[in-house]
């Protein structure tokens, strides 16, 4: 029997209709708010994509990361500033992107992307607030000043030559006639993201794994940010996922429901290692160096408080830093591989050029190869927490007020695939980037619709492969030293010829916060 108390409540099947209509209430006000009532809700876009992130969700989860696609389309149906979500904006104008990614004035990041899908928290990348952030940021930037990444340069050309002997040594095709099934093929998106790994690893810890000698260049941990993002669309929806499968769930029951975590545990359970031994002074592998050591020599940093560099704080950092040196730089050096060796007359230039002299690249070839390997194509949403934005659309003249909070982007890829700055945008032209041959003067871009200065930018100015502003790639110079050293040794040792490679290998076709391909496998060749 009940108590008597519970004869006062109405039957079950009465709370049910009650709650039901409370909720469809609820959801008829918040949609008509968002559609009627937002200040942003003058902003063109499909209704639907105002009304609710699950426009994003469709595109994203169930289509499989197609959402950086669907905008480019959007943008063509509605013009340069579109409403992505309830509180979202996406503007197309390479004019507006100094001012979202601004360098000078606060910006926030947006927890539902830094926070939701990535498992370190306290790093200076999932830093929300600006001012924190600058203080997270100002410890790292120290280490990737050029000066110091010049001192780093040997170590690096000494793996760039490790490489090139192994591929002429283990890889070459001895005789054309040889049976072709014999042959061994090279995956230099492996053999380039063993070079990368082994180069971050060292240059954090001043220990590395040694990939570059693996057999066949195959190692999980190249392949970490595949499985770290595989999820990261519905970690977005699903925050509390990513918590009970790091912090809740026992470690033998999330590998029996996907046995792929192993390759994380394992994974940050070594850089958690590297951590604690760096903090306790037991590893000393930093003194025998001539280069800096990121986590060895942060603790002597005098810019930060102590709780700045505790142990979850570091293992976070070093979460970050590791990662972000790893498939970025690999996949942008086998991308540029491929539209080089795909190009027969810029792979002869090339060789030509680097024949005479010890020469640096062309300008042009690894300024195009940065604009087509893309690296993060998620929109990198930010707030500017405490200031009221205008943008005004340059073909219509209406202007949009974008007040405090409201989230907004503009793609790497939106600005990279923009026509009237880079024309033919998915064809892989270093003309573009070449100087002028009479002057000698960098490429000017081309007069925007909105630009007040009428086409006086440089062209590299909308080159934004490593974001722009105050959050912006700080191991920018380490990339570019790794592209420069590797390519200009791997072009001037070793020939080779694509194999069973093509577009699909390389073009973004998925967004996983990093961009896919539609055919996974790498960019393959043989050495002849
Ligand atoms: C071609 C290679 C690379 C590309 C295309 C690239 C691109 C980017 C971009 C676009 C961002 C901004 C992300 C955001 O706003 O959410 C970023 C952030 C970052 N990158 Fe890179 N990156 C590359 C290589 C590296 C390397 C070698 C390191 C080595 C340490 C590195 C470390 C970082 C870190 C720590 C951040 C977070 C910065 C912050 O939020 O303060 N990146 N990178």
Redesign the pocket.
Known sequence: MLPEIYDHLPPPHITLQILSVLSLAYTVILVVGRLYFSPISNVPGPRLAAATSLYEFYYNVVKGGKFFLRIQELHDEYGPIIRLGPNEVHISDPTFYSTI?SLTEKRN?VGR??QNAFWARK?????LDHDH?RL??SM?NQF?STAKIRTFAPWIQERANLLCERFNNEFRVRNENEDKSKEKILNLTDAFSCL?AD??ME??FAEHYNLCAKKDFKSDLIKILVVFFGQIHVLINFPSLLYLQMAVLPRWFVLWLDPINRVIFTYMDNLLTQITTTLSGTSQSHQDVSHSTIFADILSTKKAPPQEKSKERLFD?AQ???S??LE??G??LAVAMFYILEDGEVLRKLKEEMDGVWGELEAGEDGEA?RL????I?R?PRIAPNQTLTYTNPETNTTYPLPPGTIMSTS?YTMHQNTVLFPDPQAFLPSRWLPDPVTGEAPRAPSLPSSASKGSEKLSSYL????KG???????N??WA??YITLANVIRKCDMQLWETGRENVVPDKEYFLSRPRVDGGVRVRVL
């Open positions: 990614y990041k992307l830094y790093s200076s990348f999932s830093t952030h997270r940021r790292v990737f990368t180069t971050i240059y954090s950092e970050v830093v590791v972000a040196g970025t730089t996949n942008a940065q390997s893309y690296g993060p998620a990198l790497i934004v492969t490593f974001g105050s959050r912006s790639c700080p191991g920018m380490l990339a790794e592209m």
